[in-house]
């Protein structure tokens, strides 16, 4: 029985018994980490329509709704059936569009959901432990404070605690602390036990047993362990939204202000220009007013981007980057930092041997089957046939040294047989092992260069100037000594045994930089993206591998450490994060830290990572990418993309695929934002030329959306073959609609309008019979044939056109130089919407409903034909200007 006075009464032989492990539970909580609840699929809907977007849409719908109840109730009598149902049809058309686009994000974010559960593997399911003096197996879920943990080489550790007995523990914690190396812990019996706690004597969740035994007492579960600390500060850090929530809920407020004062502006003009200060005009003026102010409003610009962000959310996961959210897609092609964890990430997470020094009284062949004789690994073959390592990083690096070199461990155990060892331990810093060959018996001693250095013989300056060589380049360096025996000495211990040995060589390892992530950290650096390190690791080790990588180019380049970091204020880390390229021995906290500073200087960060460790920075971070394969749960849980491959080289590609999404969605903008002002455009300035609304609201929206849909959705669908990589990131609150975007914008809606106006003229003449202004003004506000047919023409024609655009703006290139397999999509949208606009405009059933009427007496025959004449123009133009571009260019 052991007691530590500040803990709990625990008996080391037997364990507990069911009613301590009933009350332990009670007192000290289950080992679970506290998960959110989840959010029912009922609220996941609601949350859809909280994009500021879609919030201004709903406002419309119930602004339109309001006015056609409004209408009904006042001026019913005055309205024939199919123009009250067409009052009501709008509302709940713009109500469709906002229901369809939640409905597509509810389905992403849950299929996205169920991919993430099918990769989690973070703990093993089950442990061993000690209970009423025997041992049992139960699920690791079970394990209570008080209880007895036996653990043993590939074991998952299942809780914290201290170690009671162990024999040649070595852990591997690089999902809590970030460094490859494995952790040897102190040998500890019966006797020697003390309540000593300290990093040597501990033990943690989450982590995983490389060799040798123990057994520990758990004194922390669940959300109270290191691995659930971390878990913690995942719950303090808040949802944040994406770089295009971010822009698209600015842009939607500047389109509500414009909205708010276009309505305001529409109505006093129509009230003292067009109703010549006639109040009793006031409800017109105010229906006027709001439908404008609604055709401000890109209906389409929600629905098309969730069309495209889905689609590129495809593409990703065809490139093993699994994309849990729809706007985090975008931000991948505004990323322009990447934090990057070395372990496992940047470097493969094994150990290999890059360097060795021999005596030259040794022979290459002696200098490698010792080594492998002082080793505790081994190896099989699988199904596959394949040779599969096991034991230590360290040593399977030796192992697999020595099979390159046609030396094989398990034909050496035949010849020469081990007949004794001392462990390692972290004091002495080496191990050694006996051997008995043709009656001679040597031991074999590896370990640290420094303590196997004191103890030899034949030391001299170049086994100490090759040490120094090894580790200038960051590696690990063991040393190997031997020593002949005529008997094994009775006495057994490191004092009687280690000293007096002869030096045979030092062998240099490294955890190796995966062969494709220089590739892509050259690709990254071309698109104006920096990769950081950030790393548990030591700064020397950090550095190598930074520099081996090009991370660390020039002395400018700077290594911070944890230590130094500590001790800096979140001002004095803003003023020179942009010179770190290295952030070594960090904590999960400083990673947040480092993410944010980042963030204040306007960038798009993303972070990577696979241990608990770099969860909160995964999800502080605009794109936390977790590893699929060896990333914990905590880590996917946590990130916004999972890459299914482990591969750093994903994130250049997924970063190339975001660009081409969000040159999509610029392309899109455009597109729509051309539509908008081209009717807002029409609406206002044929109101002020010909006293009248030239296009009714039914009209606009049906423009909206089927000019906008299919030929927008034909854009989200483009493979440019543009080189976007070539482009420098945007900043982070760099406006989503540019300067070069604005004058497209204006230009193409002054043509459109100009266009359309004219084409409404030429209509309202026809029918008038005569080309005089005057007339024909007067007329348009008396004679409905006059205005409807008009208004057709007006229809047709900007139909036609916002139409067309979609192909011109595909690419920069002139079209009759584009094959028709890459404009096929933009092509047959065009096609589709043209063919939807002409039953709506020619067959009188429909065209009643949207207060157009082709079928009246028409002074001229050509009048049919002066859309699609108009209609070309741009196009034409477009391409005309394009010529001029690429001329110039050559030049």
């Known amino acids: 029985?052991?007691?530590?006075?500040?803990?709990?009464?625990?008996?080391?032989?037997?364990?507990?018994?069911?009613?301590?492990?009933?009350?332990?539970?009670?007192?000290?909580?289950?080992?679970?980490?506290?998960?959110?609840?989840?959010?029912?699929?009922?609220?996941?809907?609601?949350?859809?329509?909280?994009?500021?977007?879609?919030?201004?849409?709903?406002?419309?719908?119930?602004?339109?709704?309001?006015?056609?109840?409004?209408?009904?109730?006042?001026?019913?009598?005055?309205?024939?059936?199919?123009?009250?149902?067409?009052?009501?049809?709008?509302?709940?058309?713009?109500?469709?569009?906002?229901?369809?686009?939640?409905?597509?994000?509810?389905?992403?974010?849950?299929?996205?959901?169920?991919?993430?559960?099918?990769?989690?593997?973070?703990?093993?399911?089950?442990?061993?432990?000690?209970?009423?003096?025997?041992?049992?197996?139960?699920?690791?879920?079970?394990?209570?404070?008080?209880?007895?943990?036996?653990?043993?080489?590939?074991?998952?550790?299942?809780?914290?605690?201290?170690?009671?007995?162990?024999?040649?523990?070595?852990?591997?914690?690089?999902?809590?602390?970030?460094?490859?190396?494995?952790?040897?812990?102190?040998?500890?019996?019966?006797?020697?036990?003390?309540?000593?706690?300290?990093?040597?004597?501990?033990?943690?969740?989450?982590?995983?047993?490389?060799?040798?035994?123990?057994?520990?007492?758990?004194?922390?579960?669940?959300?109270?362990?290191?691995?659930?600390?971390?878990?913690?500060?995942?719950?303090?850090?808040?949802?944040?939204?994406?770089?295009?929530?971010?822009?698209?809920?600015?842009?939607?407020?500047?389109?509500?202000?414009?909205?708010?004062?276009?309505?305001v502006v529409t109505f006093l003009v129509y009230i003292f220009v067009v109703a010549s200060g006639n109040w009793n005009r006031f409800a017109q003026g105010i229906i006027i007013a709001i439908t404008l102010a609604i055709g401000t409003i890109p209906e389409g610009l929600v629905p098309i981007v969730t069309v495209i962000l889905s689609i590129g959310v495809k593409r990703l996961s065809s490139k093993n980057a699994l994309v849990k959210k729809l706007p985090a897609a975008e931000t991948l092609g505004n990323v322009s930092i990447i934090c990057s964890d070395k372990t496992g990430t940047l470097t493969q997470n094994k150990m290999k041997v890059v360097e060795t020094y021999i005596d030259p009284l040794f022979t290459e062949q002696e200098f490698i089957e010792n080594f492998v004789l002082c080793t505790d690994a081994t190896y099989f073959k699988n199904e596959k046939d394949e040779i599969e390592l096991i034991g230590d990083p360290t040593e399977t690096a030796i192992i697999q040294y020595a099979l390159n070199k046609n030396i094989f461990k398990l034909k050496l155990s035949n010849e020469f047989e081990r007949i004794n060892e001392i462990p390692f331990d972290s004091e002495r810093k080496m191990m050694t092992v006996f051997i008995k060959y043709n009656n001679r018996i040597f031991s074999i001693t590896k370990g640290a260069p420094d303590s196997i250095f004191r103890i030899s013989r034949n030391y001299n300056q170049d086994f100490e100037n090759y040490n120094l060589k090894f580790s200038s380049k960051a590696l690990r360096v063991l040393a190997l000594a031997i020593k002949e025996w005529d008997n094994i000495p009775e006495n057994l211990n490191s004092e009687n045994i280690e000293n007096n040995l002869t030096l045979i060589g030092l062998i240099g390892m490294i955890d190796p930089p995966r062969e494709e992530v220089k590739t892509s950290i050259e690709i990254a650096k071309k698109a104006g993206i920096k990769t950081v390190m950030i790393t548990g690791d030591y700064e020397n080790t950090a550095y190598a591998i930074a520099k081996e990588l090009k991370i660390v180019e020039n002395e400018n380049d700077m290594v911070l450490s944890g230590r130094e970091l500590k001790i800096m204020s979140d001002e004095e880390l803003d003023k020179i994060i942009e010179k770190v390229a290295v952030f070594a021995r960090v904590s999960p906290e400083d990673k947040i830290r480092i993410v944010k500073s980042w963030q204040k200087h306007n960038k798009v960060v993303s972070m990577t990572g696979d241990g608990v460790n770099d969860a909160p920075a995964l999800k502080a971070a605009d794109i936390g990418c977790a590893m699929g394969i060896t990333g914990t749960d905590v880590s996917k849980q946590a990130a916004d993309?999972?890459?299914?491959?482990?591969?750093?080289?994903?994130?250049?590609?997924?970063?190339?695929?975001?660009?081409?999404?969000?040159?999509?969605?610029?392309?899109?903008?455009?597109?729509?934002?051309?539509?908008?002002?081209?009717?807002?455009?029409?609406?206002?300035?044929?109101?002020?030329?010909?006293?009248?609304?030239?296009?009714?609201?039914?009209?606009?929206?049906?423009?909206?959306?089927?000019?906008?849909?299919?030929?927008?959705?034909?854009?989200?669908?483009?493979?440019?073959?543009?080189?976007?990589?070539?482009?420098?990131?945007?900043?982070?609150?760099?406006?989503?609609?540019?300067?070069?975007?604005?004058?497209?914008?204006?230009?193409?809606?002054?043509?459109?309008?100009?266009?359309?106006?004219?084409?409404?003229?030429?209509?309202?003449?026809?029918?008038?019979?005569?080309?005089?202004?005057?007339?024909?003004?007067?007329?348009?506000?008396?004679?409905?044939?006059?205005?409807?047919?008009?208004?057709?023409?007006?229809?047709?024609?900007?139909?036609?056109?916002?139409?067309?655009?979609?192909?011109?703006?595909?690419?920069?290139?002139?079209?009759?130089?584009?094959?028709?397999k890459d404009i096929k999509f933009v092509f047959f949208a065009f096609i589709v919407s043209f063919i939807i606009l002409l039953p709506v405009a020619y067959i009188p059933e429909f065209s009643k409903i949207f207060n157009m009427n082709f079928y009246v007496e028409k002074f001229n025959n050509w009048i049919p034909f002066i859309p699609f004449i108009f209609g070309l123009i741009p196009i034409l133009s477009i391409e005309i200007v394009k010529s001029i571009q690429i001329l110039i260019r050559k030049k």
């Open 641 to 820: 993309m999972v890459l299914t491959d482990d591969n750093f080289s994903t994130i250049v590609s997924a970063v190339k695929e975001g660009r081409k999404i969000l040159y999509n969605i610029k392309r899109l903008m455009i597109f729509l934002f051309t539509t908008n002002l081209s009717a807002l455009l029409t609406t206002f300035i044929g109101m002020l030329i010909f006293g009248i609304n030239p296009l009714s609201s039914l009209q606009i929206l049906w423009i909206n959306i089927i000019s906008e849909t299919f030929p927008g959705i034909a854009l989200g669908l483009n493979r440019t073959k543009q080189d976007l990589m070539k482009n420098k990131p945007l900043e982070k609150n760099a406006s989503i609609l540019d300067k070069g975007m604005m004058i497209k914008i204006l230009i193409l809606s002054l043509l459109t309008t100009t266009l359309s106006l004219f084409s409404f003229y030429l209509g309202a003449a026809s029918s008038y019979g005569s080309f005089s202004f005057l007339g024909v003004r007067d007329t348009l506000q008396l004679n409905n044939n006059t205005l409807h047919l008009a208004s057709l023409s007006c229809f047709i024609t900007m139909g036609i056109i916002l139409s067309l655009n979609s192909i011109v703006l595909r690419s920069n290139e002139l079209l009759i130089e584009q094959k028709i």
């Open 1 to 263: 029985m052991e007691k530590n006075s500040n803990f709990l009464t625990v008996d080391f032989n037997k364990g507990l018994n069911n009613e301590e492990v009933l009350e332990n539970r009670k007192e000290y909580g289950e080992n679970k980490l506290r998960e959110k609840k989840k959010t029912p699929l009922f609220i996941k809907f609601l949350k859809q329509f909280i994009e500021p977007m879609i919030i201004l849409l709903l406002v419309a719908s119930g602004l339109s709704l309001g006015i056609a109840i409004y209408e009904f109730i006042v001026h019913g009598n005055e309205h024939t059936k199919i123009e009250i149902i067409t009052s009501f049809m709008e509302p709940f058309v713009i109500l469709f569009i906002v229901i369809l686009n939640a409905i597509f994000g509810l389905i992403q974010e849950n299929k996205a959901e169920k991919s993430i559960e099918s990769l989690r593997s973070l703990s093993s399911p089950t442990s061993r432990v000690l209970r009423n003096g025997q041992e049992i197996i139960i699920l690791t879920e079970e394990i209570v404070v008080g209880d007895i943990v036996l653990i043993e080489a590939g074991n998952t550790i299942g809780a914290d605690g201290i170690l009671i007995n162990s024999a040649q523990l070595e852990v591997e914690e690089s999902i809590l602390t970030g460094e490859s190396l494995s952790v040897f812990k102190k040998n500890i019996t019966n006797e020697t036990f003390n309540w000593e706690d300290n990093e040597e004597t501990n033990v943690f969740a989450g982590t995983n047993v490389i060799n040798g035994r123990a057994k520990f007492l758990v004194t922390k579960t669940g959300n109270n362990t290191k691995l659930g600390n971390i878990a913690e500060l995942l719950n303090n850090e808040g949802e944040k939204l994406t770089p295009l929530q971010s822009k698209l809920s600015s842009l939607s407020k500047k389109i509500g202000i414009f909205s708010a004062f276009l309505c």
